[in-house]
């Protein structure tokens, strides 16, 4: 079945204390994004990659950090989590070709950080 | 970061009545996405549109390539309780865009 995972689905953490949230697809998609999404203010891009080893910054980068190593997994990287990261995030993936761009949506991960 | 202007930003309908929703946009786009978001869920694709003015269906929703486009709209015709959720335009110009949601709630 063609999906995008993440996990954990749901995290609570500290203050300070590293953490990493998994992403994998299994749809040989070129691209893959997170996105954070808090109320009233939608989908907001945190990272992207277009390909292995090729990552760019979104609207809302700071405090985050990503890698992409391999085509199907790219893990979103809080170094020092604060409160103000705690959200819903989403990653998503899709291929880069004109006419099929259709992104799909991991279940999501709600992160508290207190 | 490129900005898509969703409206209306929410929506209190009766059950059997029609809902139209609708992006905008300064800049030029070759790709319109719609998804909708059930409560505690990922976002699905309802829709997509590729070519400026197409229209295309997908059940009870229509949604619609502006032919500048610069804007996409989307349409439920007699709405039912599952309609309930977060619709959100999106597009493509190598990153994946989104507008800040339609949030959908439909009294029985």
């Known amino acids: 079945e063609a999906q995008v995972t993440q996990n954990p689905r749901y995290l609570i953490t500290v203050t300070g204390k590293k953490l990493t949230v998994t992403c994998s697809q299994n749809m040989n998609h070129e691209y893959m994004s997170w996105y954070r999404q808090d109320p009233g203010l939608g989908l907001r891009q945190i990272y992207y990659s277009m390909n292995v080893e090729v990552t760019d910054k979104g609207d809302v980068p700071e405090g985050y950090k990503v890698s992409r190593k391999e085509k199907r997994n790219f893990p979103l990287i809080l170094e020092s989590p604060s409160p103000n990261q705690t959200s819903l995030y989403f990653c998503?993936?899709?291929?880069?070709?004109?006419?099929?761009?259709?992104?799909?949506f991991g279940q999501g991960t709600r992160l508290t950080v207190v | 970061g490129q900005q898509l202007n969703q409206s209306p930003q929410s929506m209190f309908i009766q059950e059997g009545e029609d809902v139209s929703m609708n992006c905008t946009s300064s800049s030029i786009f070759n790709t319109w996405l719609w998804y909708k978001q059930d409560p505690g869920e990922g976002p699905v694709l309802l829709i997509a549109?590729?070519?400026?003015?197409e229209l295309t269906s997908n059940g009870r929703l229509t949604a619609q390539f502006g032919i500048t486009r610069k804007d996409s709209f989307l349409n439920i015709s007699a709405s039912i309780p599952s309609d309930v959720g977060i619709y959100f335009c999106g597009t493509s110009y190598g990153k994946l865009t989104f507008g800040q949601g339609t949030i959908l709630t439909v009294h029985p």
């Open positions: 549109l590729y070519k400026a003015g």
């Open positions: 998503a993936s899709s291929f880069l070709r004109l006419g099929n761009t259709e992104a799909f």
